[in-house]
């Protein structure tokens, strides 16, 4: 049944979107055709009537795929690579930042042109005042759609792995916070 509604989005096989389904009901002897039996059974609604299906989520996000961390506490740098979907000025990865587990921003990376051709992308930045077992949250966000991308958790001392429990929801008001870049080169 899923196969056949994959099909029907597909347009391979519209009816399979109407609700129809075939069905063979075979016997003991497939190769007997009076043992076999067909039966059609057709959904009580026309095509068209059903309810619309929620469109997949669109939104445009930067993930964090790896971060490396060098140098001492109090000022470590940081090495984060994305990969974010930029089209240009108009939509393109133009931070990620270190923030505490309770929301607190350590440590904001500004980039100032969008990466249409260079993905992913490293960018360093520092120093960043963590402290070696300090834990603490890498995250990026666009210049369009905000945070919502894989962010990665742990510490200097640990190192930092992806971390699915960290939301957009988390903190969406540091977008606000100083510092904010002031353009996009390209």
């Given amino acids: 049944m899923r ?54 989520d669109d939104a445009v996000t930067a993930d964090v795929t790896a971060v490396r961390v060098s140098g001492a506490p109090g000022a470590y740098t940081f090495s984060v690579t994305l990969s974010s979907p930029d089209t240009g000025c108009d939509q393109y990865a133009d931070w990620w930042e270190v923030i505490t587990p309770d929301g607190e921003l350590v440590y904001r990376r500004i980039l100032a042109h969008s990466h249409v051709n260079e993905q992913p992308f490293t960018r360093s930045g520092g120093p960043v005042e963590l402290q070696e077992t300090t834990q603490a949250i890498v995250r990026a966000h666009m210049n369009n759609a905000g945070y919502g991308g894989v962010a990665f958790s742990g510490s200097p001392a640990s190192g930092f792995a992806a971390d699915p429990s960290v939301t957009s929801a988390l903190t969406p008001q540091l977008a606000d916070q100083a510092p904010q870049p002031d353009g996009c080169a390209f």
């Fill in 3 to 56: 196969a056949l509604a994959k099909l029907a989005k597909a347009k391979v096989f519209p009816w399979a979107s109407w609700g129809i389904v075939i069905t063979m009901v075979l016997g003991p002897s497939c190769s007997d055709p009076e043992s076999q039996e067909s039966e059609m059974v057709a959904s009580p609604e026309p095509p068209g009537s059903e309810e619309p299906q929620p469109e997949p």
